[in-house]
């Protein structure tokens, strides 16, 4: 389906910015960082401090939205995007830097909720669900059969975040190659310069909220009722639940595969093929595998994700294996593809128009848990059971997971769609 101009322009907006940060992550913060004289434990603060912003904020942020509408926020977080770079010039140690990293995390801790939230808006006014931007058709009621599934929310957010995932491979090479011929503070105001840009497809956004002014509730009040809501659905908690056990797999292995492959004699060019494998099957399926959830239901979509990365991480050990090591990675990336959209499509589906922002933003919330915890859970569990014995704890906690939504909630959105 041909995608409209907002969709594209929120697909450019969010390369732009998502590009220009991840310049500035990887590989220039660490060498910037080292170059400051901060090593060790500190250094590793430096790094995961701005994911932690988004674990405290994201949901604050998403609720916001809601009230003031998506635009708004959006250009609010271009300015953290565009010229927070331009502070790295200024700062002379290591705990300035940590403080500015703290600070640059607010850009994503923002774009996170309010551009899915943004994404479902659209995506449901296209197809004729809303009467105008912002105004969804809360009286639709499913057909039998029909569990879960908002058609083709899952497969926009598919199309969506490849725009984010090519930031992700573009930031890093063009922040390799620019540290070779500058030092790290003039590559930041290089950063700076190139976010500049995200300004241009965000002022050309429309507003998400309808134009007649409406009588608000108490911010408090909103805050209260958002996160109500939120609390008594049970597919936020279990997608959230879901997606942080999955994160927590995922970037257990990011950490430690490395290590545990190159002391078994792997080479250093097969475990980067392995990473770089698993990312493009991951960008390439996403929107086809959204396209699944819309047809045949996120839940269904979203265990059979679990299954397959529960699938492939015992084969993650089988380091002697040759060419046949990258075999796992290509199912890691189905898996996410699997797993990703439908939960996104899912919460924006079952939640209320009027909070849809502080979903995303409960949701947000609990990928960055799954992306701080892992590394620290999987350490200690490693250390405690061996990392083979370690793989097969987390594959079996994704196919219990699986095994849930299958005994005990699928059955409920059988009935509860039943004429």
């Given at each position: 389906m041909r995608r409209s101009k907002p969709f594209l322009n929120?697909?450019?907006?969010?390369?732009?910015?998502?590009?220009?940060?991840?310049?500035?992550?990887?590989?220039?913060?660490?060498?910037?960082?080292?170059?400051?004289?901060?090593?060790?434990?500190?250094?590793?603060?430096?790094?995961?401090?701005?994911?932690?912003?988004?674990?405290?904020?994201?949901?604050?942020?998403?609720?916001?939205?809601?009230?003031?509408?998506?635009?708004?926020?959006?250009?609010?977080?271009?300015?953290?995007?565009?010229?927070?770079?331009?502070?790295?010039?200024?700062?002379?140690?290591?705990?300035?830097?940590?403080?500015?990293?703290?600070?640059?995390?607010?850009?994503?801790a923002i774009y996170g909720p309010v551009t899915l939230a943004y994404i479902a808006e659209i995506s449901r006014w296209e197809r004729g669900r809303v009467g105008s931007l912002g105004r969804v058709d809360t009286d639709r009621r499913h057909r039998p059969g029909d569990i879960d599934a908002d058609p083709s929310v899952a497969e926009d957010i598919g199309w969506f975040q490849m725009a984010r995932s090519g930031g992700y491979i573009v930031g890093p090479a063009l922040a390799g190659g620019l540290l070779t011929v500058m030092d790290p503070a003039a590559v930041f105001t290089v950063i700076g310069l190139i976010s500049c840009a995200v300004f241009l497809p965000v002022l050309a956004l429309p507003n998400t909220r309808p134009?007649?002014?409406?009588?608000?509730?108490?911010?408090?009040?909103?805050?209260?009722?958002?996160?109500?809501?939120?609390?008594?659905?049970?597919?936020?908690?279990?997608?959230?639940?879901?997606?942080?056990?999955?994160?927590?797999?995922?970037?257990?292995?990011?950490?430690?595969?490395?290590?545990?492959?190159?002391?078994?004699?792997?080479?250093?060019?097969?475990?980067?093929?392995?990473?770089?494998?698993?990312?493009?099957?991951?960008?390439?399926?996403?929107?086809?595998?959204?396209?699944?959830?819309?047809?045949?239901?996120?839940?269904?979509?979203?265990?059979?994700?679990?299954?397959?990365?529960?699938?492939?991480?015992p084969l993650v050990?089988?380091?002697?294996?040759?060419?046949?090591?990258?075999?796992?990675?290509?199912?890691?990336?189905?898996?996410?593809?699997?797993?990703?959209?439908?939960?996104?499509?899912?919460?924006?589906?079952r939640i209320s128009p009027e909070h849809l922002g502080a979903g995303m933003g409960l949701i947000g919330m609990m990928q960055n848990f799954g992306k701080v915890a892992g590394p620290i859970l999987g350490g200690l569990a490693i250390q405690a059971l061996g990392y083979e014995a370690t793989l097969l704890c987390l594959s079996a906690a994704l196919a219990l997971g699986a095994l849930v939504i299958w005994v005990v909630y699928l059955p409920r959105r059988r009935i509860a769609t039943e004429p």
């Open positions: 929120l697909m450019l907006a969010d390369f732009i910015a998502r590009s220009g940060y991840q310049m500035g992550k990887t590989p220039l913060l660490p060498i910037f960082a080292n170059a400051l004289g901060a090593s060790g434990a500190f250094l590793g603060a430096i790094v995961s401090v701005s994911t932690i912003t988004g674990l405290v904020l994201k949901p604050f942020f998403g609720i916001l939205s809601d009230r003031g509408g998506r635009r708004a926020w959006l250009l609010i977080g271009a300015c953290f995007f565009a010229f927070m770079p331009f502070t790295y010039g200024f700062i002379s140690n290591t705990e300035q830097l940590l403080v500015v990293r703290l600070v640059h995390g607010l850009a994503t134009e007649k002014k409406q009588k608000r509730k108490p911010l408090l009040q909103h805050i209260r009722n958002a996160i109500r809501d939120g609390g008594r659905m049970p597919a936020i908690w279990l997608t959230g639940s879901l997606e942080a056990i999955t994160f927590i797999a995922l970037y257990t292995l990011k950490a430690f595969l490395p290590i545990y492959a190159l002391d078994a004699g792997v080479s250093a060019a097969l475990v980067g093929s392995f990473f770089s494998l698993q990312e493009a099957a991951h960008v390439i399926s996403k929107p086809y595998c959204g396209r699944l959830g819309d047809r045949y239901g996120y839940l269904p979509v979203i265990s059979l994700g679990m299954l397959v990365l529960s699938a492939s991480l050990d089988a380091l002697d294996a040759g060419a046949a090591f990258l075999a796992p990675a290509l199912m890691m990336g189905l898996a996410q593809a699997l797993i990703f959209p439908a939960a996104i499509a899912l919460v924006s589906h």
